[in-house]
């Protein structure tokens, strides 16, 4: 199981600010410009041979300026300390389209560079999409917050594993001196990856408190080390018998497919195929299925045919009598995959039972 947690972080700041031409700290009111700048120095670690390199903090809210940015935005998730397909270009730009609106959101990028170089012409080392809670859980302290969806499972910000050091103490120093909020909300992050454990070291370092709000639980597949026990082995013996059960009574009324996305396959169909099924069972008698509103139709789509142009589009489902009846879609990253839904015919359980009743 892999835990996720909830952890706070006291930022100490209570103004918002800019860098004036002589990079002195300039305070204005919170009008949340579509970009905002702050420049701090940070040491690489002591083991670390490199020169000291100092960060800059930007801020963006505008869709046209993160599409810009696509080129660096895509190495970075290449080279990230933890993936997260949730956070690439492909999937937050129609996040924020359909889902941005009315929620002050932007995008904390973290640059990175040597000491010398013209500011500016730093990498892309940090991507953080933060919103503004003005009165925190009622109280009278406003916050940072990771911006999560309705369809993102995960929070985990990119930063660039070679400099990962320098691009969370940089982005910790901004918020202490230069963001407008006193406190950072760091929602459904890796509970026990690299990145947690350097956020509580750079926060120990800069004598920031951090605390834990809430943590669960989440399933998560890994390779077994033996080959021979194939992904059958993570799923209990009793499990397989009942679904084998399942799979034979389908089969006794009617032609069952296991179906799998081609790279030559029509992904309209797949995607019409998806949202029509989510839209028959409980997601939809409940209108949170995708296809219940236009945003999230679009959304999906758009990220569906993202990925499956890039071949990270993994699609799985069953046919009964040539009809799609189960629908699974997941995104491929690195030597994984994310898991992101799945989808089965309501009519589908009337049937197992009359079967079910009938032996």
């Known amino acids: 199981m892999l835990p996720c947690s909830a952890d706070l972080c006291n930022a100490r700041a209570l103004w ?45 809210r505008d869709l046209q300026k993160l599409s810009s940015l696509i080129p660096a935005w895509q190495e970075l998730a290449e080279h990230a300390l933890e993936r997260n397909i949730f956070y690439e ?48 859980r009622n109280l009278n302290i406003s916050a940072l917050s ?33 963001a407008c909020a006193g406190l950072l909300e760091l929602p459904w992050i890796s509970a026990d990856g690299p990145f947690r454990t350097l956020l509580l070291e750079r926060c120990n370092g800069l004598g920031l408190t951090s605390w834990i709000t809430e943590s669960f639980t989440r399933g998560l597949w890994r390779q077994a080390t033996d080959a021979a026990d194939g992904p059958g082995a993570a799923v209990s013996g009793a499990l397989r018998r009942r679904l084998r059960r399942q799979e034979k009574r389908l089969a006794e009324s009617g032609r069952l497919e296991h179906v799998a996305m081609r790279p030559g396959d029509d992904i309209r169909r797949w995607i019409e195929e998806f949202l029509r099924v989510e839209a028959s069972g409980w997601k939809g008698a409940r209108g949170s299925a995708l296809a219940c509103s236009e945003s999230g139709q679009r959304y999906f789509t758009q990220i569906a045919t993202a990925a499956f142009r890039s071949g990270r589009l993994l699609m799985l489902g069953l046919d009964y009598d040539g009809e799609p009846i189960a629908r699974r879609c997941a995104f491929l990253a690195g030597d994984g995959s994310f898991a992101f839904k799945t989808a089965y015919e309501r009519a589908i359980w009337p049937l197992l039972a009359r079967h079910h009743s009938g032996n």
């Open 89 to 136: 270009h492909w999937m937050l730009l129609p996040a924020l389209q359909a889902y941005g609106a009315g929620e002050d959101v932007g995008v904390a990028l973290v640059l990175t560079e040597s000491d010398g170089r013209r500011l500016g012409a730093g990498s892309l080392a940090g991507l953080f999409p933060v919103r503004l809670i003005p009165r925190f």
């Open 16 to 60: 918002s600010g800019n860098v004036d031409g002589q990079g002195n700290i300039v305070p204005t009111l919170p009008a949340h410009p579509s970009v905002t700048r702050l420049t701090a120095t940070s040491q690489q670690p002591r083991e670390s041979s490199g020169a000291a390199r100092s960060t800059s903090v930007v801020v963006v």
């Open 146 to 178: 990771l911006w999560q969806h309705p369809h993102c499972y995960l929070c985990t910000p990119l930063v660039r594993a070679d400099c990962a050091v320098e691009c969370v103490g940089g982005l910790l120093q901004w918020l202490r001196h230069g």
